[in-house]
């Protein structure tokens, strides 16, 4: 019997000393991996660093209107003698180059490290990723259409994380920036608005002021208590399209883009999707009229486990009805409540750390130091 319990003490050590030398393969494995990461990164901080230590005596050269932006060169920095060389930690003869770029986000500033040593650390843009991206077997990813890159079908790696979110990238724009939708509705309901409608008699909203609606003052108080400076800093205002379309229960409008954009509300930082971005998310070719049903065929933007919402357009035939996104497009009294898919703007410049655009492996923006 003490045979039998001498054996099994040995063979336990030798067990327990397998899994000790295991672990320690695989934390010795995890740092060669990560470790020339961790070095760019420290680099980055270091830029970011000077940055605020140059803008610290430079406050006159700081962007003054809000979102703003200014650079500082990595030379630059060299020169006022805050940062020393940089140079690229896996070959000590190249020097990298960069910038650090400030924006103003209301009374403070973001700085945002832009580095690169050729070869073996360079941005990634989340736009390019997107133009290069190529459609699957199925037809499922992105197309150009019009001088736009949009995602179309129903199985698209299109999912982003970004500001603790994630989120669905619609487009990018003619100018570059990238459309984002939040992948899932909020749990919020909210009114389109509810003031009094002298054509209706009561207090079902009005559609023909978007300045003053409701839902666009919800959209903003979204934008300022769900976003940090940071976020701010990476998200861009634009013009929302807010045109109003003929829709009844017997027939609808064409969508058009033109229809939309009729009607602008300029400078806007969030906002809500409008019927042509649903329209053009389908691959089906009778997805023609806005109350199709074959728009739901092969469309990402028709899951209404995801996507419940408000969109930005309203009818022509009175000045209370709001169309809304559920599986496919329909109307609402503005003065009911509905859940909502905000909407939101990137530039061109966010850099992508990981990911692949799946909802399990998101692309992941890099976030500001």
């Known amino acids: 019997m003490k045979n039998i319990i001498e054996y099994i003490k040995d063979k336990s050590y030798y067990l327990l000393g397998g899994i000790v030398v295991v672990i320690i393969l695989l934390i ?4 060669c991996s990560n470790g020339s990461g961790n070095k760019y990164e420290k680099i980055e901080q270091k830029m970011v660093n000077a940055a605020k230590s140059y803008y610290a005596s430079h406050e006159k050269n700081l962007p003054k209107e809000e979102s703003g932006t200014v650079k500082v060169t990595i030379n ?22 960069g910038y650090v770029e400030v924006t103003k986000v209301g ?40 001088g736009e890159y ?22 990018i724009d003619s100018e570059g920036d990238i459309k984002l939708v939040l992948a899932k509705y909020t749990d919020d309901s909210y009114v389109w608005d509810n003031a009094y409608n002298s054509e209706r008699k009561e207090s079902v909203g009005i559609t023909t002021d978007y300045l003053h609606t409701k839902i666009r003052k919800s959209l903003n108080s979204y934008y300022d208590n769900n976003f940090d400076k940071d976020a701010k800093a990476k998200t861009i205002s634009k013009n929302v399209c807010i045109g109003k379309y003929d829709i009844d229960n ?15 509300k300029e400078n806007e930082k969030i906002g ?8 053009n998310a389908s691959l089906n070719e009778k997805c023609i009229k806005v109350e199709s049903s074959e728009c739901e065929n092969r469309n990402y933007l028709s899951n209404n486990d995801e996507f419940n919402t408000w969109l930005l357009s309203s009818t022509t035939k009175n000045t209370y009805m709001v169309l809304f996104l559920s599986g496919t497009i329909d109307e609402n009294l503005a003065s009911n409540e509905m859940r909502i898919n905000p909407v939101i703007y990137l530039n061109d410049k966010n850099i992508v750390l990981s ?10 923006v890099k976030w500001n130091l």
Do not use: H
């Not at 630059?76 to 180059?97: F, G, H, R, Y």
């Not at 990911?355 to 992941?364: A, E, I, L, M």
């Open 28 to 31: 010795i494995i995890n740092a």
């Open 107 to 146: 009374k403070e500033y973001s700085y945002t490290p832009f580095l690169v040593c050729k070869g073996n650390y360079e941005p990634k843009y989340l736009t390019d990723i997107v133009k290069s991206s190529k459609q699957d077997e199925y037809g499922n990813g992105v197309y150009e259409m019009g």
């Open 355 to 364: 990911g692949n655009g799946t909802s399990d492996v998101p692309y992941t």
């Open 272 to 279: 809500l999707l409008v019927p042509s971005d649903y329209k």
């Open 250 to 264: 017997y027939t609808s409008d064409t969508f058009s883009v033109e229809k939309e954009c009729s009607m602008v």
């Open 150 to 171: 949009v995602y179309r079908g129903d199985d698209v790696k299109n999912y982003v994380s970004f500001n603790n979110q994630l989120w669905r990238i619609v487009k």
């Open 76 to 97: 630059t920095l060299i020169e006022a003698e805050l940062l020393k060389e940089v140079k690229d930690p896996n070959n000590k003869d190249q020097d990298c180059s």
